[in-house]
C-alpha cells in the first residue's frame, strides 16, 4: 500500500477522526486493490495465450491437411475440443483461480468453432456462414454461465452481433429476430455484473458493447419501409439515452455511460441527416407503410422509451428539464408533420438541433465539464457547416458564422476556466 496512505490513515486516527477498526478496514480495501491488479493482467494474457496456441495448432494443421487421412482429419478435429473439455474440468475440480478459468474457456471456445469448421470440410456438410455463426453461439452459450467468463460473455455478445449482420445484411437477407433471443440469454450475466462489480472497467465495456450492438442490428429490421426506419433509429437513441439518465448509469463517470453518449451523438447525428430538405424529397417522402414490421418495431421502441422516461419520473430520477431526453417524442411529431408541410418540419429539426446545442453547453457549465460543454459547441458548429452546403447565403455571412462559432469556443472555454479557478480558490 502506498506510504503517503498509511501515514494519513494513522493522521486520521491519531486526530480520532477515524477508529482503529474502520482503519484496518480502508488498509485491507487498498491491500486487495493491489493484488488484485496482478492477477486482472495474468488473466488478459492467459486469454491472449489461449487464443494465439488455439490459432497455431490451426495453422500447423491447416498447412499439412491435404496429407491426412479422413480418419486422421475427424481426430484433429475434435482433439482441440476434447483437450478444451479436459482442461475445463480440471480447473472446475481443482477450484483453479478466474485466469484458469478464462484461458480455458476462450480455448474451449474457439475449440468448438474450428471443430464444426473442420467436421464440416471433411464431410462436405453443407451450410451458410449465419447458421454456422448460431450454432456455434448456441453450443458455447452455457459456457459463460458455468465459467462465470467475462470474456466468453464479450464474445458472446460480438459473435451474436456478427451472426445478426450475416443473416440480416448478407447471407439471409431476413430479420434475425433470435438475435433478440441471443442477446436477452447474455443478460442476466450482465446484470449480475451491474449489481456486484458496478465501477469495474469490463462492466463498463458492457455498457459500450449492449448499446452499439443494438445500434448496429436494428437495421436489419428494416424491410419494407426505410422511411420509417430513420424514425426507428431516432427513437432508439432516444431509449438509449434515457437509459443511460437512470440513477445507476447517471451516476458514473461519463466514460462509462455507453448509454448516454452513443444515445446522445446518434440523436444529433439523426437530426443532422435529416435537416437536408434533399432527403425527404428523395427518401422520406416515401409511402409510409403502416401495416408493416417497421411500424410495429417503431411502436414497441416508443413504449419502452416511455416506459424508462416514466420510470425515472416515477423515481423522481428527473431533475429539471433535459431536452435530450425528449427528443424522440418531438421528433415523432415532427416526422409526421413533414408530410403536411415540409417547410415547417424542417425549420423545426434545425431550431430542435440548436436547442440541444445551446442546452449542451449550459449542461457543461453548470456540471464545469469541458468535454459536455465543447460538445454543445460543436453541434452548433455541426448544424452551420450543414447549413453552408444547403443553402444561398454568402460567403461573407457564412464568415462571420464560423468566426463568431470560432470566438464563442474560446470565450466560453475561457470563462468557464476563469470561473473553476474562482471555486478551487474559494474552497481553498
Aim: aromatic letters at 16%; hydrophobic letters at 50%; proline letters at 2%.
Amino acid at each position: 500500500m502506498n506510504s503517503k496512505i498509511q501515514t494519513d490513515i494513522k493522521e486520521l486516527v491519531a486526530q480520532r477522526v477515524i477508529s482503529v477498526d474502520v482503519a484496518s478496514d480502508i488498509e485491507r480495501y487498498y491491500s486487495s486493490k493491489k493484488s488484485d491488479a496482478p492477477n486482472r493482467l495474468f488473466t488478459v494474457f492467459a486469454v491472449l495465450g489461449s487464443t494465439l496456441v488455439g490459432l497455431g495448432i490451426i495453422l500447423i494443421l491447416a498447412h499439412n491437411w491435404d496429407d491426412f487421412s479422413r480418419s486422421i482429419k475427424t481426430i484433429f478435429a475434435f482433439a482441440p475440443l476434447v483437450i478444451g473439455q479436459l482442461i475445463i474440468g480440471f480447473s472446475i475440480l481443482k477450484k483453479k483461480s478466474a485466469t484458469w478459468l478464462e484461458g480455458s474457456g476462450v480455448f474451449l471456445f474457439f475449440a468448438v468453432g474450428a471443430s464444426m469448421a473442420l467436421v464440416s470440410q471433411i464431410y462436405n456438410i453443407p451450410g451458410n456462414f449465419s447458421s454456422y455463426l448460431l450454432t456455434w453461439i448456441l453450443l458455447c452459450l452455457p459456457l459463460v454461465y458455468l465459467l462465470k467468463s467475462k470474456t466468453l460473455a464479450v464474445l458472446h455478445i460480438a459473435f451474436t452481433t456478427s451472426y445478426a449482420c450475416s443473416f440480416g445484411y448478407f447471407v439471409g437477407n431476413d430479420t434475425p429476430w433470435l438475435y433478440l433471443l441471443l442477446l436477452v440469454l447474455v443478460l442476466p450475466y450482465y446484470y449480475q455484473l451491474l449489481k456486484q462489480k458496478k465501477e469495474h472497467n469490463i462492466t463498463s465495456i458492457f455498457n459500450w458493447l449492449v448499446p452499439l450492438s443494438v445500434i448496429i442490428v436494428l437495421g436489419t429490421f428494416v424491410e419494407r419501409s426505410a422511411t420509417l426506419g430513420f424514425l426507428m433509429y431516432v427513437i432508439l437513441f432516444g431509449l438509449l439515452y434515457n437509459i443511460g439518465k437512470l440513477a445507476y448509469f447517471d451516476n458514473q463517470k461519463l466514460r462509462r455511460n455507453g448509454y448516454l453518449i452513443l444515445g446522445s451523438l446518434g440523436t444529433v447525428c439523426m437530426l443532422l441527416i435529416t435537416s437536408f430538405e434533399w432527403l425527404w424529397n428523395d427518401i422520406l417522402r416515401d409511402h409510409l407503410l403502416f401495416n408493416s414490421q417497421e411500424f410495429y418495431v417503431v411502436l414497441l421502441l416508443l413504449i419502452l422509451t416511455l416506459g424508462v422516461l416514466g420510470y425515472s419520473y416515477f423515481k423522481k430520477w428527473i431533475e429539471g428539464f433535459n431536452l435530450f431526453q425528449y427528443v424522440f417524442i418531438l421528433f415523432t411529431i415532427i416526422f409526421f408533420i413533414e408530410w403536411s408541410n415540409s417547410f415547417t418540419s424542417l425549420v423545426l429539426i434545425n431550431l430542435l438541433i440548436l436547442a440541444l446545442g445551446v442546452i449542451a453547453i449550459k449542461i457543461g457549465a453548470d456540471k464545469f465539464h469541458f468535454g459536455v460543454l465543447n460538445y454543445g459547441l460543436l453541434i452548433i458548429t455541426a448544424l452551420i457547416v450543414c447549413r453552408f452546403f444547403d443553402t444561398d447565403m454568402s460567403f461573407v455571412v457564412r464568415g462571420l458564422l464560423f468566426v463568431s462559432v470560432g470566438v464563442g469556443f474560446f470565450l466560453t472555454n475561457y470563462i468557464m476556466l476563469k470561473k473553476q479557478k474562482l471555486n478551487s480558490n474559494n474552497k481553498k
